[in-house]
């Protein structure tokens, strides 16, 4: 059964440009959570969905992040103009009923130059 | 006061030890309990989770809860060197509607 799947695993990008992160997260599972983890802050919640739909969006750090979550497979994070503070690993996690266990993607590794 | 705190470390042992990882929370709402590991450069993968006061064992690791004083703790019994890791302890509460708070995790090293 496959895991949660993110890509890119690594993007690169200059400053002001847009970059759009993706997220499959398991199959049947109805929570989708969207981390960011720097060595400062640590592991931060950004945004969740259940089915579909933003639940929580209070750990967006600006209005330059987004997210949709256009159906049950499939989830973006854009930010729109990147900045070198956004640089971080992104992590998508996924859970059933959303009390359960949270399932994390391998990472998109981001740095804004 | 952080809602869930855990001393960073690094926490060291020797191989062959039990490793003791530590985790308070501030919200009394809270029901489940989860240890996360995370190696450099990896995501974080579930160890064990635990909802009620006592003790969890799972092989070589026991999950510990306390809910009157609000501490939850990771002992690895036989510690190895491939347990060496960031160990993040997580908390849910029902009163957040299923977000997970995680601490900022505590650096284990095993010295063989």
């Known amino acids: 059964d496959a895991g949660v799947i993110q890509s890119p695993r690594h993007e690169v990008t200059e400053m002001g440009q847009e970059v759009t992160l993706r997220c499959k997260p398991i199959?049947?599972?109805?929570?989708l959570f969207w981390y960011r983890q720097t060595m400062m802050r640590g592991l931060e919640l950004l945004i969740y969905f259940n089915n579909n739909v933003p639940i929580d969006d209070s750990g967006m750090p600006e209005d330059r992040f987004s997210a949709k979550m256009p159906n049950a497979s499939f989830s973006t994070l854009k930010i729109q103009p990147s900045e070198p503070r956004d640089s971080a690993v992104y992590f998508c996690a996924s859970s059933s009923q959303g009390r359960d266990t949270q399932y994390f993607g391998p990472g998109t590794r981001l740095t804004v130059l | 006061q952080k809602e869930v705190e855990q001393n960073s470390g690094p926490l060291s042992v020797p191989e062959g030890a039990i490793a003791s990882l530590n985790c308070t929370y501030s919200?009394?709402?809270?029901?489940?309990f989860f240890w996360y590991r995370q190696y450099s450069g990896k995501s974080p993968e579930l160890i064990m989770f635990?909802?009620?006061?006592g003790d969890k064992e799972d092989g070589r690791f026991t999950a510990q809860l306390n809910k009157a004083s609000q501490y939850v703790s990771l002992l690895i019994r036989d510690s190895q060197p491939s347990d060496s890791a960031t160990y993040l302890c997580?908390?849910?509460?029902?009163?957040?509607?299923?977000?997970?708070?995680f601490g900022q995790g505590t650096e284990l090293s095993v010295k063989p």
């Open positions: 997580a908390v849910n509460s029902y009163n957040q509607g299923g977000k997970l708070i």
């Open positions: 919200d009394r709402g809270s029901q489940s």
């Open positions: 635990i909802y009620s006061n």
């Open positions: 199959s049947g599972h109805d929570y």
